[in-house]
């Protein structure tokens, strides 16, 4: 009791002098223990356990990606946690890099179709006009291959949830390919022949994006990785239409009524008709952006 | 501009769901700050500590815009399609270029079933015309020819436009085709991703040859640097600064040893306590007192403190992924007792009885003879995480159907995983109530004792069993007891009188012969009764019906104990869970050490009376026979004669 008076009276009084005790009586400590300390949690056993869990994580995986990325996923991050890391953004982001690579690996395009695949002959008005007529009917005839077709498998199946509409994907990845070599198959005026590799391998990958998106109901993962190659070749193959068509008209290739080239023209000018419309909606967008903003300065 | 899949965007899906996966399994976020009834706050995952998931990108930080009129997008039902959402776009887009003659000017009002018949016809390659009959067609109509007639979009007016209409698919930017079919795909990820993962941790890994003897080492490993990341973070900074670095090094040395070779740290960290323990002038009374009074004040305290507290860490990294979570074995499956009801006995008897398959029964305590039956589901908390799980996604749904971009639409996947799965998804475990109020979190021990108290009656019926078949085999032991007396006591009898003598001489005369007769056991009788006459079996009986009467005893005590230990946890409210839980932990040793007979039990004692009665029945029928052989054994008379010598006359 006379010692707790005692120090409940002087301890305010006595703080610094405690302090430089403790300091200079404890700084004889063993330093072999801090270089010990130090050795344990070296880099190189860091590295280790990213190096095992990569390891664990390629024995765990499977088939189905979606499996196989939330296996991944639980290993790295444990990798993580055991570095007292995981929960900050770079971490984040370094173990979402490598867990994106797999999905994008199965949705990066393949090209599988070169130059010296297509046959080249010289540029022509009349060679112009007959590969003009020729891209159309390889489309046209490849009745299966459309956006219209994919979307709506994929779309009912998920809304559906069921496999039922993939039934149906076979036929239009096939027909993709089938588009794809006959586009190869037609002589191609020496100026088209980029346009020619660039079409015939964007069918390819929409084909192989088909195949991917089949799977979306077992392995949506896979489905998504489909879906988002289907997208981007999509667009690409869209646009470089666009281009071909526009091309042609700047040649001033004509077409007779009824002839499959004469599609190209309506083919363009639906093609800047949508662009329009893109381009009002995203003045739709800024305006509405403007509008947040300015509610939300008013309510400041 | 119309880039579909942000980078970000397709990471944030996944670090969404593998965050939900990953909060559950590694980081141990304290339930208890769920249970005590935070509700989720949306969007403000980083003030609740929850990892930042949000990219710095530019398209994944907008929030997104909640619509609660928005349509309904829903994987599987069909409700409302991506396609007819779509479809207004869609048709709008196509039809104004009409004169390509397009030919998807198509409503599936009906989808359902015209989806299907739709399938079926391109199957067959056959033309098809979907319903056409809506406003949207109408439109359509109005537009061409091609539309007009309803063509099949798949076929017949095939063009350019046809094949490549992405533009049309995607103007309308907010709700196009693409964005919906995104979307429901995204949710599946989500889904599958979190219950394929708790299925595969639940499966044990698979039991995948090449994973299984791994990961524990990984784990383990994942400890270690846990405990590293411990030491050398900031949790120390409550400690004075003069221990910090000797307790963190002495905590650093004794987990050295912990996992890897035997070392003294607390030795060590005594040294420097006697360090300052041998100089006292250098901080008098007052550096006795602080050192004395305040736990974490000194390297002793300071040094136990941080011990527990690693301890604590480990356990985080390790045992929560390794033991608690990870292997299915380690998910503690439990019972839940549900749509409880209460009989009295009266009631019982009138309803003739209940079924008890699947249930439970728990006596009531006052000695009425009431009881109260429960329907027994067996829980698991992997079960838990899934219906959690289950019912957090249904929460972000909303999110997800509401979101009006894509962006957007990762955006709300990763913002409703971050709070609402996290956050709604835990608390609900910890709740208390469904299957939130397992292993997870506190402990629970209304539940425990429910269950243990549940169990109870389970016992105590085994060990009525018990008894009452080791008192049939008692009986029936008694029986062959019986016999095996009366056959010993046979050859015993026959035993004595060869060994008394053996022999009866009777003499008489007849005639003036001297005839006599001599009655007893042949000699091999007698060696053959001293050979039967051993009392072996009935001693062995004895001593096996002693046995049998042992086991009723165990029995009986075990009953009386059980119930007495029901009326002791019936008394113990849940306000004093130190005696609640000493209680939960002694039932739980007694029945490892099987000290409370369960079904095995039972059927190894009824599987054994069968044998012993099989035994008995055999050594009772040895025994009659046994008895009759010895019966039929008659002491032998011989008889001899014998002429006394004629009477020599008197010579007087």
Same mark, same amino acid.
């Given at each position: 009791?006379?010692?707790?008076?005692?120090?409940?009276?002087?301890a305010?009084?006595? !703080? +610094? *002098?405690?302090?430089?005790?403790?300091?200079?009586n404890?700084? %004889?400590?063993? =330093?072999?223990?801090?270089?010990?300390? $130090?050795?344990?949690?070296?880099?190189?056993?860091?590295?280790?356990?990213?190096?095992?869990a990569?390891?664990?994580?390629?024995?765990?995986?499977t088939?189905?990606?979606?499996q196989t990325?939330?296996?991944?996923l639980?290993?790295?991050?444990?990798?993580?946690?055991?570095?007292?890391?995981?929960?900050?953004q770079?971490?984040?982001?370094?173990?979402?890099?490598?867990?994106?690579?797999?999905?994008?690996?199965?949705?990066?395009?393949?090209?599988?179709?070169?130059?010296?695949?297509?046959?080249?002959?010289?540029?022509? !008005? +009349? *060679?112009?006009?007959?590969?003009?007529?020729?891209?159309?009917? %390889?489309?046209? =005839?490849?009745?299966?291959?459309?956006? $219209?077709?994919?979307?709506?498998?994929?779309?009912?199946a998920t809304?559906q949830?069921?496999?039922?509409?993939?039934?149906i994907?076979?036929?239009?990845?096939?027909?993709?390919?089938?588009?794809?070599?006959?586009?190869i198959?037609?002589?191609?005026?020496?100026?088209?022949?980029?346009?020619?590799?660039?079409?015939?391998n964007e069918?390819?990958?929409?084909?192989?994006?088909?195949d991917?998106?089949?799977?979306?109901?077992?392995?949506?993962?896979?489905g998504?990785?489909g879906?988002?190659?289907?997208?981007?070749?999509?667009?690409?193959?869209?646009?470089?239409l666009?281009?071909?068509?526009?091309?042609?008209?700047?040649?001033?290739?004509a077409?007779?009524k009824?002839?499959?080239?004469?599609?190209?023209?309506?083919?363009?000018?639906?093609?800047?008709?949508?662009?329009?419309?893109?381009?009002?909606?995203?003045?739709?967008?800024?305006?509405g952006?403007?509008?947040?903003?300015?509610?939300?300065?008013?309510?400041? | 501009?119309?880039?579909?899949?942000?980078?970000?965007?397709?990471?944030?899906i996944?670090a969404?769901?593998?965050?939900?996966?990953?909060?559950?399994?590694?980081?141990?976020?304290?339930?208890?700050?769920?249970?005590?009834?935070?509700?989720?706050?949306?969007?403000?995952?980083?003030?609740?500590?929850?990892?930042?998931?949000?990219?710095?990108?530019?398209?994944?930080?907008?929030?997104f815009?909640?619509?609660?009129?928005?349509?309904?997008?829903t994987?599987?039902?069909?409700?409302?399609?991506?396609?007819?959402?779509?479809?207004?776009?869609?048709?709008?887009?196509?039809?104004?270029?009409?004169?390509?003659?397009?030919?998807?000017?198509t409503?599936?009002?009906?989808?359902?079933?015209?989806?299907v018949?739709w399938?079926?016809?391109?199957?067959?390659?056959?033309?098809?015309?979907?319903?056409?009959?809506?406003?949207?067609?109408?439109r359509?109509?109005?537009?061409?020819?091609?539309?007009q007639?309803?063509?099949?979009?798949?076929?017949?007016?095939?063009?350019?436009?046809?094949?490549?209409?992405?533009?049309?698919?995607?103007?309308?930017?907010e709700?196009g085709?693409?964005?919906?079919?995104?979307?429901?795909?995204?949710?599946?990820?989500?889904q599958?991703?979190?219950?394929?993962?708790?299925?595969?941790?639940?499966?044990?890994?698979?039991?995948?040859?090449?994973?299984?003897?791994?990961?524990?080492?990984?784990?383990?490993?994942?400890?270690?640097?846990?405990?590293?990341?411990?030491?050398?973070?900031?949790?120390?900074?409550?400690?004075?600064?003069?221990?910090?670095?000797?307790?963190?090094?002495?905590?650093?040395?004794?987990?050295?040893?912990?996992?890897?070779?035997?070392?003294?740290?607390?030795?060590?960290?005594?040294?420097?306590?006697?360090?300052?323990?041998?100089?006292?002038?250098?901080?008098?009374?007052?550096?006795?007192?602080?050192?004395?009074t305040?736990?974490?004040?000194?390297?002793?305290g300071?040094?136990?403190?941080?011990?527990?507290?690693?301890?604590?860490?480990?356990?985080?990294?390790?045992?929560?992924?390794?033991?608690?979570?990870?292997?299915?074995?380690?998910?503690?499956?439990t019972?839940?007792?549900?749509?409880?009801?209460?009989?009295?006995a009266?009631?019982?008897?009138?309803?003739?009885?209940v079924?008890?398959a699947?249930?439970?029964?728990a006596?009531?305590?006052?000695?009425?003879?009431g009881?109260?039956?429960?329907?027994?589901?067996?829980?698991?908390?992997?079960?838990?995480?899934?219906?959690?799980?289950?019912?957090?996604?249904?929460?972000?749904?909303?999110?997800?159907?509401?979101?009006?971009?894509?962006?957007?639409?990762?955006?709300?996947?990763?913002?409703?995983?971050?709070?609402?799965?996290?956050?709604?998804?835990?608390?609900?475990?910890?709740?208390?109530?469904?299957?939130?109020?397992?292993?997870?979190?506190?402990?629970n021990?209304?539940?425990?004792?429910?269950?243990?108290?549940?169990?109870?009656?389970?016992?105590?019926q085994?060990a009525?069993?018990?008894?009452?078949?080791?008192?049939?085999?008692?009986?029936?032991?008694?029986?062959?007891?019986?016999?095996?007396?009366?056959?010993?006591?046979?050859?015993?009898?026959?035993?004595?009188?060869c060994?008394?003598?053996?022999?009866?001489?009777?003499?008489?005369?007849?005639?003036?012969?001297?005839?006599t007769?001599?009655?007893g056991?042949?000699?091999?009788?007698c060696?053959?009764?001293?050979?039967?006459?051993?009392?072996t079996?009935?001693t062995?009986?004895?001593?096996?019906?002693?046995?049998?009467?042992?086991?009723?005893?165990?029995?009986?005590?075990?009953?009386?104990?059980?119930?007495a230990?029901?009326?002791?946890l019936?008394?113990?409210?849940?306000?004093?869970?130190?005696?609640?839980?000493?209680?939960?932990?002694?039932?739980?040793?007694?029945?490892?050490?099987?000290?409370?007979?369960?079904?095995?039990?039972?059927?190894?004692?009824?599987?054994?009376?069968?044998?012993?009665?099989?035994?008995?029945?055999?050594?009772?029928?040895?025994?009659?026979?046994?008895?009759?052989?010895?019966?039929?054994?008659?002491p032998?008379?011989?008889?001899?004669?014998?002429t006394p010598?004629?009477?020599?006359?008197?010579?007087?």
């Open positions: 009791m006379v010692c707790a008076a005692w120090w409940y009276v002087s305010d009084k006595n !703080t +610094a *002098t405690l302090e430089s005790a403790k300091i200079s404890l700084a %004889a400590v063993d =330093t072999a223990w801090q270089q010990e300390f $130090s050795s344990s949690t070296a880099m190189d056993r860091a590295n280790a356990l990213d190096e095992q990569q390891k664990l994580s390629d024995a765990a995986s088939s189905n990606l979606t990325v939330g296996r991944s639980v290993l790295k991050l444990a990798a993580a946690q055991g570095q007292g890391l995981g929960s900050d770079p971490t984040q982001d370094k173990i979402m890099s490598g867990v994106y690579a797999q999905i994008q690996g199965l949705s990066q395009p393949h090209p599988k179709y070169t130059a010296s695949d297509v046959t080249t002959v010289p540029d022509s !008005t +009349a *060679t112009f006009h007959a590969f003009a007529n020729g891209l159309t009917t %390889a489309i046209v =005839t490849h009745k299966y291959a459309n956006n $219209s077709n994919v979307l709506y498998v994929i779309g009912s809304d949830n069921t496999t039922v509409p993939f039934t994907m076979p036929k239009v990845s096939g027909d993709y390919r089938g588009l794809a070599r006959d586009i198959a037609l002589p191609v005026p020496a100026s088209f022949a980029p346009t020619a590799v660039l079409l015939a069918y390819m990958s929409i084909a192989d994006a088909c991917l998106m089949e799977k979306t109901i077992s392995d949506p993962a896979t998504m990785a879906l988002q190659e289907y997208s981007l070749v999509a667009h690409s193959n869209e646009a470089d666009a281009t071909f068509a526009q091309a042609i008209k700047r040649a001033g290739i077409f007779a009824g002839e499959p080239g004469s599609q190209w023209a309506d083919y363009y000018a639906m093609y800047q008709s949508t662009a329009a419309e893109r381009a009002a909606a995203v003045q739709g967008e800024i305006q952006n403007q509008t947040l903003l300015q509610s939300g300065a008013q309510s400041q | 501009m119309y880039t579909f899949f942000s980078k970000h965007g397709i990471q944030q996944i969404g769901a593998l965050l939900l996966v990953y909060t559950i399994l590694i980081t141990g976020i304290p339930l208890e700050a769920y249970a005590a009834g935070q509700a989720p706050v949306t969007g403000q995952s980083q003030n609740l500590g929850i990892p930042n998931m949000k990219n710095s990108g530019t398209s994944a930080t907008a929030p815009s909640m619509n609660q009129n928005a349509p309904a997008v994987l599987g039902t069909g409700v409302v399609s991506c396609l007819v959402g779509a479809t207004l776009t869609l048709t709008s887009s196509l039809t104004s270029s009409a004169a390509a003659g397009f030919g998807i000017g409503t599936l009002t009906n989808f359902g079933n015209a989806i018949s399938v079926q016809d391109l199957i067959s390659g056959k033309t098809t015309s979907v319903d056409t009959s809506n406003e949207r067609n109408t359509s109509s109005a537009a061409g020819a091609g539309a007639t309803g063509q099949a979009y798949n076929a017949g007016a095939n063009t350019i436009a046809n094949n490549t209409s992405m533009g049309a698919l995607l103007a309308g930017r709700e085709m693409l964005g919906c079919i995104a979307r429901t795909i995204a949710r599946a990820i989500l599958q991703i979190a219950i394929s993962t708790i299925n595969w941790i639940n499966s044990g890994f698979n039991g995948s040859p090449s994973f299984v003897p791994n990961y524990q080492t990984f784990f383990q490993n994942a400890a270690d640097y846990a405990a590293g990341a411990f030491i050398q973070g900031t949790d120390f900074a409550f400690l004075c600064s003069p221990f910090q670095l000797q307790i963190r090094i002495a905590i650093a040395k004794s987990y050295a040893g912990y996992s890897r070779t035997p070392s003294c740290s607390l030795t060590g960290v005594t040294n420097n306590v006697n360090a300052f323990m041998n100089r006292f002038d250098q901080g008098g009374w007052q550096a006795f007192v602080s050192f004395t305040t736990p974490t004040n000194n390297p002793f300071g040094f136990l403190y941080m011990q527990g507290m690693i301890q604590g860490k480990m356990a985080d990294a390790a045992g929560k992924k390794r033991n608690d979570l990870s292997m299915g074995s380690g998910f503690l499956s019972t839940q007792s549900q749509n409880c009801q209460h009989y009295t009266q009631q019982m008897l009138d309803k003739g009885g079924d008890m699947g249930k439970s029964q006596w009531d305590t006052d000695g009425s003879n009881q109260t039956v429960c329907d027994e589901v067996q829980v698991t908390p992997g079960r838990a995480i899934g219906d959690s799980l289950s019912n957090a996604t249904k929460t972000g749904q909303d999110e997800l159907i509401n979101a009006k971009y894509f962006d957007e639409i990762i955006n709300a996947l990763v913002t409703q995983l971050m709070t609402n799965m996290l956050q709604g998804g835990l608390s609900s475990m910890s709740a208390g109530s469904g299957y939130g109020s397992n292993s997870y979190g506190s402990t021990y209304s539940q425990l004792r429910n269950s243990v108290s549940n169990s109870i009656p389970g016992y105590i085994n009525q069993q018990i008894i009452a078949a080791e008192q049939q085999n008692i009986a029936v032991a008694s029986s062959s007891m019986a016999v095996i007396t009366a056959q010993e006591a046979c050859w015993m009898n026959i035993v004595n009188s060994q008394v003598g053996a022999t009866t001489t009777i003499r008489t005369l007849t005639n003036g012969t001297i005839v007769t001599t009655t056991y042949a000699p091999a009788d060696a053959t009764a001293a050979q039967n006459a051993s009392s079996m009935q062995n009986l004895a001593q096996a019906v002693q046995q049998l009467q042992g086991i009723i005893d165990q029995a009986s005590s075990t009953i009386d104990s059980l119930n230990f029901q009326a002791q019936t008394t113990t409210p849940d306000t004093n869970p130190t005696a609640l839980g000493q209680l939960i932990t002694m039932f739980s040793q007694n029945v490892s050490n099987g000290v409370y007979p369960d079904n095995g039990a039972v059927n190894n004692v009824l599987e054994a009376q069968t044998v012993v009665q099989g035994q008995l029945a055999q050594l009772q029928q040895n025994s009659t026979s046994s008895t009759t052989a010895c019966l039929a054994i008659k032998q008379s011989t008889t001899s004669t014998t010598n004629a009477p020599v006359p008197r010579s007087n």
